[in-house]
């Protein structure tokens, strides 16, 4: 929504060790966003925007410095989509936008809702740009060719023919990809980190930070494959990399430097050391620190280097962009944009 990496918008996870308050936040709040949005830009300019995203969690990012009042910008979530006024999110009552019942907030229908309200809006309202943002929940729970996998991207499928019959030029991408985290038993595989570290020193002079926490923890239980790790003294750098790189499950460690270069990440925002797991393994805080017992099914996960790799596409051609191998997937409003021919 920035056309940025984290170094320059700022935001490098859902949770972060905020220095400057010396406490452990969610970074949902704008006032951590560095840089103004390309939505907010286009307004500007006159532009009308439309923005649906699935978790309210993401919703004032979204909807950062835009002007409600002029009746040019919507923007609203599905979670919270009975909840909308006219001031705060430029729509009076968004649940009336399609027949589905209000979704829950871990469900499927929580990102169908996002594609069919924003198929009514494509309709009655004429946005310029329309951004549809969906939840993970589904990918988390069922891996690719499984019966519900399939619905829900036979869902997305059916959205998107009805957009492109409106002529949209229309963009799909990622904010990662997902794979299995569980052994053949189906139990999940996890790094626990803090008893590691314990092994060197004591828990007052380290700090874990997972970024993948949120209050959405249902479907993942805050086990993701990156960490990054702070230290009350500077000289415990080595020993802990030391350490980590020789345990299983663990593909990566770093220190932060080299990894905010490597991953564009703010460095003011990630600690000492970065951690990612292999493509089959999580990280964990400690045993105590995650409820297990919300999984109901085997660990799908996110945060790695073996999820990378996201969708790029197009449903028009841009000859341009062929060629480039460093594409990222906020250069998809670039694509979009500026290089998509008929
Ligand atoms: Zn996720």
């Known amino acids: 929504m920035t056309g940025t990496p984290p170094v320059v918008h700022g935001i490098s996870g859902n949770f972060f060790y905020d220095l400057g308050s010396d406490a452990e936040v969610m970074m949902n709040d704008p006032a951590f966003l560095r840089v ?56 009076d009552d968004a649940g009336q936008l399609t027949d589905l019942p209000p979704p829950d907030v871990y469900s499927g229908t929580l990102s169908e809702y996002v594609f069919s309200a924003g198929l009514t809006l494509l309709d009655t309202w004429s946005p310029d740009i329309l951004y549809l943002s969906t939840s993970d929940y589904i990918q988390h ?68 930070i997972l970024p993948i926490t949120d209050p959405y923890v249902v479907h993942h239980g ?71 017992s919300t999984l109901s099914e085997p660990l799908r996960s996110h945060g790695g280097l073996s999820e990378q790799r996201v969708p790029f596409i197009l449903n028009y051609p841009a000859p341009l962009l062929v060629a480039s191998t460093t594409l990222r997937n906020y250069d998809i409003f670039d694509a979009a944009l500026n290089h998509t021919t008929d």
């Open 141 to 208: 729970k069922h891996g690719p060719g499984t019966p519900t996998a399939d619905a829900f991207y036979g869902m997305i499928d059916h959205h998107l023919l009805e957009m492109q019959a409106h002529d949209a030029v229309i963009a799909v991408t990622a904010d990662h990809g997902m794979k299995a985290k569980h052994d053949s038993a189906g139990q999940p595989n996890i790094v626990y980190l803090k008893p590691l570290i314990n092994e060197l020193l004591p828990s007052d002079r380290f700090r874990i």
């Open 222 to 292: 805050a086990l993701g494959g990156f960490a990054t790790i702070y230290l009350a003294d500077p000289a415990d750098v080595q020993p802990v990399c030391h350490k980590l790189s020789a345990q299983k499950g663990i593909e990566l460690v770093l220190e932060a430097s080299i990894a905010c270069e490597r991953f564009s990440l703010p460095p003011d925002r990630v600690g000492h050391i970065v951690v990612t797991s292999s493509t089959e393994w999580v990280l964990g805080h400690s045993q105590q620190y995650h409820d297990l």
């Open 36 to 91: 103004g949005t390309i939505f907010k830009a286009f307004q500007d300019q006159g532009a009308r925007i439309a923005i649906i995203t699935a978790k309210d969690k993401l919703r004032r990012m979204l909807g950062h410095e835009l002007d409600f009042e002029q009746g040019s910008a919507i923007c609203f979530s599905a979670e919270k989509c009975q909840l909308t006024t006219r001031s705060e999110n430029g729509i």
